[in-house]
């Protein structure tokens, strides 16, 4: 059963606009969220977390919100732009008991001239 | 720092045959993980090490798979005898044990079993 989903398989944004990218998960134990961003032929990299503590966390033009009542957080990416076109996983930790992060299945991004 | 390396980037190899993949860390990093990636089911985490002591492979789909950690800047995931569904990208991540901190992944294998 999948603890990290994230429910868009892809999602098409005009360059300039808002990308928001969604995500729910299931285990109450989590404590540390994460989002990475993958390029074709290369390794996810880290692009920003949030604590369990927090609701938001903001770098820049990414903003990551937590609504731990719901089980959900996003990604927020404003103003979109070109090089924002990549895969984005959503991932979740409990780390207090130990380093395993889980991953969702991603979500495609595509940002539109 | 190069970051984390993997050998090789791509391989090709025939039902039955062994493969071996191979992972540095970053220097200092005491965490390792090995993924998988498949359309069907994302980035799975396959096992992990602290310490070079693996930690939990509940993650490790059958025996045909083995993970060794002989020293800090060493890590090897073996299939044998290797089966075409597992075809996929395997990663290497490595991350300082400590809270909240991050995992840095490598470039991926790309395993095609034929």
């Known amino acids: 059963d999948q603890q990290v989903k994230q429910n868009s398989p892809s999602l098409s944004v005009q360059e300039g606009r808002i990308s928001i990218l969604n995500c729910d998960y299931t285990n109450s134990m989590f404590d540390y969220f994460l989002w990475y961003k993958k390029y074709p032929a290369e390794g996810p990299t880290f692009l920003i977390s949030?604590?369990?503590?927090?609701d938001k966390n903001e770098d820049g033009r990414f903003t990551v919100f937590l609504n731990k009542s719901a089980k959900h957080l996003s990604l927020h990416i404003v103003p979109s732009q070109p090089g924002d076109s990549a895969v984005y996983f959503c991932a979740a930790s409990a780390k207090e008991k130990d380093d395993k992060i889980i991953f969702g299945k991603g979500t495609r991004l595509h940002i539109l001239p | 720092d190069a970051g984390v390396i993997q050998s090789p980037r791509h391989e090709v190899t025939e039902m039955g045959q062994e493969v071996t993949l191979r992972c540095k860390p970053i220097?200092?990093?005491?965490?390792l993980f090995w993924y998988r990636q498949t359309m069907m089911r994302g980035l799975e985490l396959l096992i992990y090490?602290?310490?070079?002591?693996?930690?939990?492979d509940s993650g490790m789909p059958e025996d045909r798979f083995s993970a060794k950690m002989p020293n800090a800047s060493f890590s090897t995931l073996k299939i044998q005898p290797s089966e075409p569904r597992d075809s996929a990208v395997y990663f290497c991540a490595s991350s300082f044990h400590s809270s909240y901190n991050e995992q840095f992944f490598g470039p991926g294998t790309r395993l095609t079993v034929l």
């Open positions: 949030i604590s369990s503590i927090k």
């Open positions: 220097s200092g990093h005491n965490s």
């Open positions: 090490f602290n310490n070079n002591v693996p930690i939990d």
